[in-house]
């Protein structure tokens, strides 16, 4: 088995077979899906990640959703693009940490505690100097809770 693969990091092309095709043309074997837009809470979190896991059920001969290095080892010997499915926020969980373990069971696998934004978790990457408070208590937890 080769053990080397190509993943991008932080894909933004459309999730539809051609696409997948062309990923795999150009020797990617794995992508990082932002699946949530990042301002959205935990009911419109889970009604977007039903709707992208459907599209991705719907172009499983070249493309299924990923959530160990096994799997995406798998996706490269089928000449199939592993999608790891990501979100650029925590909104999604700011109500208790906990939910992060039920996202990760629904296949979430890349996650930040903040975006650019300060949230209950953290500060975000705009701000700098006296504005930058870093993490929260709660964004300890968090870190705690991954």
Known sequence: MNNSWAIDGLNCAGVNSEQM??????GVNAINLTCLMPFVGLVEGLIALE???AKIRAIDDVAFVVSSTKDI??????????IILGTQHSLIV???ER???TFKELGIRILQPTYNSPCK??????????EDKGMTEA?????NEM
Do not use: F
Request: proline fraction near 2%; charged fraction near 30%; avoid cysteine.
């Open 139 to 143: 964004g300890r937890n968090w870190l």
């Open 51 to 53: 709707e992208i896991r």
């Open 94 to 96: 700011e109500d208790d």
């Open 99 to 101: 939910l992060l373990r």
């Open 121 to 130: 978790y953290g500060y975000g990457a705009p701000q700098v100097g006296d």
């Open 21 to 26: 095709q062309k990923t795999l043309q150009g």
């Open 73 to 82: 080892e798998d996706a490269a010997a089928q000449n199939r693009v592993g």
